[in-house]
């Protein structure tokens, strides 16, 4: 049974939301205080966040930043408005997916459930457990990235759509198969999680000293460069 933690200070909506989970084959918990809720996940590990955006005491985007420290749990933000600066920097910061409020009940299982589902596949997904190329090293069962032995912290789904392209480097991708097999979801229009999610992974590989490997091919995909490439 798949475990979610809500972090949300509205305590009437995390006590909706935790019934309806259970009610549908889920372990959830619910923490009002983010503050509360950093300090518990020091302790305890879950296998998917839902983070409400809008808090008094700290907000949703610093709650994850800080939690990008030490913690790479798929996390979906939840956000008031929907807004797109709001979704863009949530997904800068390391979140999975969001969902705008109000939202449907039916949608919000659905999206936990793509994301734990792709995320516990992604532990046993290859029979090569470990893959290096141009000084990238990715281990599926360790779910760690390294650049020439220096360890790179990515968030799952940032992993997935690394793993997903080294092994099918020198091929391009497209972005719908890219979003259907690391995001879960079918690319959307105007929804650029997909191309946030590439840019974070580029900007973490390239500070460990890797750069120019992702291409992209403008309008249609994204490519993980090969020795053949070069």
Request: glycine share 6%; hydrophobic share 35%.
């Amino acid at each position: 049974m798949n475990t979610v933690l809500i972090i949300d200070d509205d305590k009437e909506l995390g006590q909706v939301l935790c019934e309806y989970l259970e009610q549908n084959d889920l372990k959830p918990n619910v923490v009002n205080q983010p503050s509360e809720a950093l300090e518990h996940l020091k302790t305890n590990d879950y296998d998917l966040i839902l983070l409400d955006v809008m808090m008094p005491e700290i907000d949703g985007f610093e709650v994850l930043r800080r939690l990008r420290q030490h913690n790479q749990t798929p996390v979906i933000m939840l956000t008031a408005k929907g807004d797109a600066y709001d979704k863009v920097l949530g997904l800068e910061l390391g979140a999975d997916d969001y969902l705008a409020k109000p939202f449907n009940h039916r949608e919000l299982l659905a999206r936990i459930k793509a994301n734990t589902r792709r995320f516990s596949e992604n532990g046993r997904i290859t029979k090569q457990t470990s893959l290096t190329l141009m000084g990238v090293r990715v281990n599926s069962a360790t779910q760690s990235t390294h650049v020439n032995e220096q360890l790179v912290e990515l968030t799952s789904t940032e992993f997935q759509l690394l793993s997903l392209l080294m092994r099918n480097a020198g091929e391009m991708l497209t972005k719908e198969q890219l979003s259907q097999s690391a995001l879960g979801k079918r690319l959307s229009p105007h929804d650029r999680s997909l191309d946030m999610h590439i840019s974070n992974v580029r900007k973490k590989l390239s500070q460990a000293g890797a750069s120019n490997l992702i291409k992209t091919i403008r309008g249609s995909g994204y490519l993980f460069m090969s020795e053949q490439c070069i």
